[in-house]
């Protein structure tokens, strides 16, 4: 008889220096004195895994309303991000929040998605304008978005190794910002 094992997961946390974390933990729960006293590590951690999975994933995905408090915390510290963003995943991360609030599906339907403009697939979040969004030819998409959850956001952190706090990402919550920008997600899946 065989045994299937479980891959061992990490923590988000780990991808950053103990300081640094503790710092932006700090700033957390500074900012944020409604949270109960170990929300604001648990919302650090899960940040960086959520970043840490745009570092692998080839789907566009966006954080929870409380993961989002973390990932704002960090980009504060733009020089930190930044190499942040290099170390992890090779090139900088963007912030991009969907303002376009009639595009943004609520309730189980989840959140916007966008897929990547590299691979001519491009779905965008209101028709997209020359320097947006284009196909491999060059030409301009004009594809009405893909409909996906933070489910896909859950799948794509425990795919990149990654521990998943359950409560910090609700099944029927959407996001109100993605790794995307440009109005699409051009920056390259992975590296």
């Not at 220096?17 to 944020?32: K, P």
């Not at 990932?71 to 942040?84: E, G, S």
């Not at 609030?101 to 691979?119: F, H, K, N, S, V």
């Not at 029927?172 to 051009?186: E, L, M, R, S, V």
């Amino acid at each position: 008889m065989s045994t299937l094992t479980q891959p061992t997961l990490r923590d988000g946390r780990t991808l950053l220096d103990t300081a640094m974390f503790d710092r932006l933990v700090r700033r957390i729960a500074a900012e944020h004195p409604e949270l109960a006293p170990d929300m604001p590590a648990r919302i650090m951690d899960q940040a960086l895994a959520f970043l840490g999975a745009t570092a692998t994933t080839t789907q566009p995905i966006g954080p929870s309303e409380l993961v989002d408090i973390g990932w704002h915390t960090f980009i504060l510290y733009t020089v930190d991000y930044a190499r942040f963003c290099d170390d992890v995943a090779g090139r900088f991360i963007h912030h991009v929040p969907n303002e376009d609030e009639t595009a943004i599906p609520r309730g189980e339907a989840g959140m916007l998605q966008i897929a990547d403009c590299e691979t001519g697939n491009c779905k965008c979040t209101k028709p997209p304008t020359a320097e947006q969004c284009r196909n491999a030819a060059g030409e301009p998409i004009t594809q009405e978005p893909v409909r996906g959850g933070l489910k896909v956001t859950v799948r794509a952190i425990h795919g990149a190794g990654f521990r998943v706090d359950r409560d910090l990402w609700p099944a029927a919550a959407t996001a109100d910002c993605t790794q995307c920008h440009a109005g699409c997600h051009d920056s390259p899946g992975r590296k």
